[in-house]
């Protein structure tokens, strides 16, 4: 008698991939889609999820023309542009807005959006319109670590450093750091 469950083919169908759906222009269009419904996005960004697909898609299939795709996520990242789903300005100004208000600092907002791909001086046509005061920046990140003047008097002499360590990497200048250490919680 043949048990009707064999365990060996059970096993073997469960680890089995799933072949990837053929690469078409519209497939790819409608990955961007689905990715811009999820995420607010660079082109550049949008155009590394793209390009990931279409790698993963052509080791599965060798003879796949990466070329071709190549063209069509282009032809897609344009087509999104000119519909305004895909926009490198609104997108740095939501992300540096976000940025301020988290209490980062000029020089993190701006590797981070190089990062994403978007150019120097859109980065700092957008910085030079937001109110941007890095005293008030280290602030409310000392504020929300709980370090510096919001650390319990008799704990700051002993944590000074670290404390200037953590601001410092956070990406604030030495003399921001420093008066922001020596402040008193009642002068803010």
Known sequence: MI????PVKDNERKFQKRPQKKITPQRLKNIALYYL?????????????????VTSYKRENPDFDVE??????????QELHRLHYLDDARYAEIKIR???SAGKPERYIQNKLREKGISEQQINEILATQEYNPHEMALRLAQRKKIGPFRPTEQRRDFR?????????AGFDYDVVCEVLNMQLEEQ
């Open 3 to 6: 048990p009707l469950n064999n």
């Open 37 to 53: 419904k999820r995420f607010e996005s660079s082109t550049e960004k949008l155009r590394n999820v793209l390009q990931k697909r």
């Open 68 to 77: 071709t795709a190549g063209q069509w996520i282009e032809e897609i990242l």
């Open 98 to 100: 976000n940025y301020l």
């Open 161 to 169: 450093q670290k404390d200037m360590g953590t601001l410092i990497r």
